[in-house]
């Protein structure tokens, strides 16, 4: 076993601050084979006073501003990427080629092709790998997962799940990175569907075929301040958005089990509502991330007249993850997440087990993603895969 | 066992359509072994136009505007009381001593002395009598009675109940009848305090002792336009309130639980907030009116990690009273108390079985509400039914 | 103006309940301009003796055993139709072309050809028609409604709708007539797509395309007893089941929004779980009829910090239907969507005003419940109407 | 305006971890004046070993087991007290004596007297001092303290409170210091009802007199296996429970509003069950800790028909504190209400501004508690404070 993990993490924005300060407090809650070391974080030069902020404020011990530097470092063990979308596939390349292991935002790529180069990578390289599908890491998930795992509501039939947002619906708010193909390679779609369909897969299964549909209710948004230059009045010049502000899909399981998705950022008045219900033929699972630390049984076998929605709380120590934080009743927040997850990408390099959800499992989830806008510009069933 | 039961309804308020809804309704639902009769409906002659309004739609045969007259009436078995309090006493007596059934609506009666009288009387008189304390007849309350009674949350340690409507918190609403102590006799009090009082004794059992504290929030209020004469404008005179707006007061049961209530008119948002949490050794109990077809469940002998509080919906066919309307998660209504607690008042009546809550439930009911006014007046702590 | 509002029902189930009560009371709580007269009830001679027991339980003036006898008497005015799907049209039109008005049990009918014939007859009659969307009468969902026309929500972006149940998630439940193609037309399809289709309508607009997917996880069930034979031991012969369990479909408004629907019988804990949610530019409406008293409202246009869903308790005197029952916070149930509806019928044909839905929304909504239909089987998408 | 500020924290239990988690996160979420230096923490000499793995975990600079020689240090510039109840004032007031700032968990002191000598302390030494009253810091109590401070609820009628827990339920639980008076002072009412009271207080205002009652439903409990010594079989010897499981009481506040409290350890499934409601003359306001990030808020402002309880979720950034953490919709937990805390701890000695709560809240705060415990003693109206 290694003696410390050093991670050099890529990317200072939103996920930036929720990569550091996972890494920050893992070893602080939990009890880890080794220590995550914080040696660098890493921006584009043109982000350095932010970076060296960021570098600052969270203990990073320097910052640079080149990833080809950072990948190849001596004392570097993990890179970590928490950058758009659109450099995915580079920078994880990068790092599995030099010898680290690696861990990526999702969605993992911006579309099969380069999700499949990612995982040949870091196979050839023989690395580690993960996605950070943080979702799987919510305690109240983790739980569906062992219920599920235990039968407790038999074979599924349903997996109905949405993941709405609201935080674009002013037509006055800017055309962001997120809300350019080049960069986001879709909208709600990679951003909130990526999401959900990995629950899917993590909950269900494997999804066979879907069909699905595709809008962007805001066709034209102003550009940002920087992209139109220091003059330009602020919504003067606009952009065309050229992603889709929601996609819906039906679709079929590989057991036989029928889903729905939804993801949107016109859901007006849900911030993250990501939510699932899964019907299964003995009990049904339902979760909203808004109330993140409850999840919600039914049990068909509780006797008549007694059964009923139950809402487990959560957070007794006996809950996944829960052991390391606070006493029952205590609530764990979004950022817990990540703080969980880095510690099984810690546990999982240090002692060689399974790290999941793996590359393999980026590239699955991106081959539905790519299915479903196949088909929204086909209009037709598209077989997940193919 | 008698042919029929004919009844004679005494009020032509808000009780009394409730009351007619249930005498037209009850035999339509449940399978009764006689059918009740509704032979007349009886107020006082300044309210003969509503009285004649209100016989004529709900399909009484007759109305008579001297309640005298209608207790002595030979094709009458069973006199239905639904007047304001202040008369609850006279009439009830009356009737009894005619020799017919009673049901009264509650609090039984303004004090302890009139309770007392009015048991006695139907005690002497050997008919029948029952208190409308609808609630019981919630069918998640029943549901709650039954678990009590299976031993489902174990020994009672806390019973807690809140009993909040916001109807009067415009300082221009009107000084009704139910604001004056010579017709009310107490405000929330015996309006609301009256109902949760009744629920903790059916649920958990006698109250010991109770200490008290009583507030008048809006003092004065303006005279309702028939008091003040045709000519007065509206909110001109005004005149004392001579009743609680709110009564909060502890108790220990005799069985060594606690428990804490409150009746309030000034819960603002709060329609009709009938709440309680019955917190056991095995488990706890919870209900709000608001939300009447369902009952929250906690049971410590679920197995660790599947613990939390269940949502029975209890519309199933095998919960209390539900058979006789509707399919499962085919909500019922406030009004369905009163078609139950009928149902349960003419079989009670017909086939010579128990009757609950009656008379003595409503003088037990009645010596906590004293114990409790006198216990704000005293401010100290006093016993009941001393 | 008639001075009476004859009606003979067909069917004696739990339709025949529900809308029997709703004859009988709806007189008592809204203040009509005629009352509406309960002549006759019919079902077929195999169920005499239910029909007589229902007849004389309600209060029917007789029973006839013969729909024909039934359209043609002189003292009916309307035939309210209540049947198994597959004789909606038959006897719908036989009543229109016997002159009289007809309110008809949703969905309308089996097929587009059936609901096309049905209009025609009443257009040609000249008879008053309505069909029985009786969700359309819950205040909440009214409310809903009212809001959207004054523009709370502004332009729609989201419907999303589910109707969950799962009374025949035992395999061994029966092959009953709504399991039976033949006489349902369809499972879940007809039975619960059909009333959120027309709560779409009614709340977005109507439907320009859809794609749909269909499952039958249980394909075999027992037969009925009396299909079977009285010697055969339940259980002991299967047939098939040849309708959906579920069906899920995404859609296009004519307006712009999208729509996603799903209805199924393997919803493992949702007993009538009837459920919207509205994402509109300006806010958010959201539904669940297992709580069908409140509508949850969120605005965009609540000042900043102070946004939030609001739980709408739709039981003040304002909110609609609610005046002609009892006070804020004292709940009504499923039942009295029935009973407004009636009301709304009675007053539609006395004072000659509009009756909503019509058979023309009986056919819109057929020709979108068919276009799923075709989607499904074609794994296309499928212009509705076409 | 010093440099830094350099804490020095005595505890190593439940409250240790907290309040190390937010001295390593809070310059990290916040931009603080100054920066915290973790310099040491201190605990008795038998838990050296605790105390040894918790300074390397949280990154302390070092330790010591003596707090004398902390408070004497000349590198401390805050002692931060999080020990059992018993030391609160010894502690506190040898730091006050040594000039250092003092910050100190809630209850403040066993007692009023303690309780002002503590007060006495820090203003003698002219030190700034602050309680832990935690739950101040959760954004949704301190959004309501912004919406009464508005004037949105106007006057207040009522303030309910009840403090749920459940973790000394089961008879087995052993006799740990929180249930021996020498060490707690008393049970649920120094633990619970300190928070609802300050929360009280924070909301509504001072408390004149109370009226309670107490009880221990469990008076005898197996003894901690060091207390018993080594050779003593588990539950073999069993103490006397010296504290209350529960205190409830009334309470009537300078300002005319009427109150209800109750903490308990018999809350059978609520874990952290921190509730209040409060009633005011133009809405109501209502939380509770297990859905920490919502706050319930009615206004009778609002237009009619569209008056409901709304729940404000929490996390926008104009929501108190919620700037410094993640975007809308992605929850914080309960460690945040400390991380907060010291934030504004922090920035208060820094800047020479107020800090509240106090050490003159914590002498409020104890003068309500042994208020009620006289109460419960002499069973009589107490005033607070005489």
Redesign the interface.
Known sequence: MPEELNVGLVGCG?MGK?H??AW??T??FFNLPIQPGMKAICALPEDEDALRRMAE??GWEGYVTDYKELVTREDIDLVDVATPNNTHAEISIAAAEAGKNVSCEKPLAMNVAEAKEMLQAVKEAGVRHMVWFNYRRVPAVA?ARR?IDEGR?GKI??F?A?Y????I?DPEFPLVWRLRKEVGGSGAHGDLNAHITDLARYLVGEIDEV???S?T?IKERPLEAEAVGLTATAGEKRGQVTVDD?V???A?FEN?A?G?F?G?R????????ERFEI??????LAFD?????E?E??S?E?P??????????A??P??PYMEA????????????TFVSQAADLVKGIAEGTELKPDFEDGLRNQEVLDAVLKSCEE???IKVGE
Chains 1, 2, 3, 4 share one sequence.
């Open positions: 939103f929720a550091s300060n920050l407090n070893g602080k404020n969270w739980l219920l509501i039939y349903h109905r949405q709405l947002q609201d935080w619906m069909v699905g549909m809008e209710f929601t819906l899909f039906l079929r036989g029928v729905s939804e949107t016109f859901g007006a008045g849900r911030k993250n509502g019907n299964g033929e003995k009990g049904t991330f808004e109330r993140m630390n999840l049984f039914f068909r509780d008549e007249g007694l059964q009923g929605f139950k809402t487990i709380l957070t007794e006996g809950h934080y606070w006493p029952p009743g205590h609530l764990i927040g979004y950022e817990h209009r037709a069933w």
